[in-house]
């Protein structure tokens, strides 16, 4: 199924930290574009929202088909 990606610094950091005080857990993950292309993602949806409007830094990605790895 084909979703669309998004990298933010700020989104990662906020995870990171909430994460941190847990058991090891992933703070991003990588996924493959539909131009075979690896990208690390915080965040991925069905539908292409205005995910800048939630973290300013975002920057999108593109579509991507496959889950491909976790990232700790």
């Given amino acids: 199924m084909i979703r669309h990606a998004w990298f933010s610094q700020k ?3 906020i995870i990171y930290n909430i ?3 847990e058991s090891i857990k992933p703070h991003t993950h990588i996924y ?3 131009y075979d ?3 690390e993602a915080t ?3 069905l539908s292409k929202r205005e995910h800048e409007k939630y973290f ?3 920057v999108y990605l ?3 088909k ?3 790895r976790s990232k700790y």
């Fill in 11 to 13: 989104q990662k950091e």
């Fill in 19 to 21: 994460k941190r005080d």
């Fill in 32 to 34: 493959l574009t539909i």
């Fill in 37 to 39: 292309k690896e990208v």
């Fill in 43 to 45: 965040e991925v949806s």
């Fill in 56 to 58: 300013p830094d975002s």
């Fill in 62 to 64: 593109g579509q991507v």
């Fill in 66 to 68: 496959k889950w491909v």
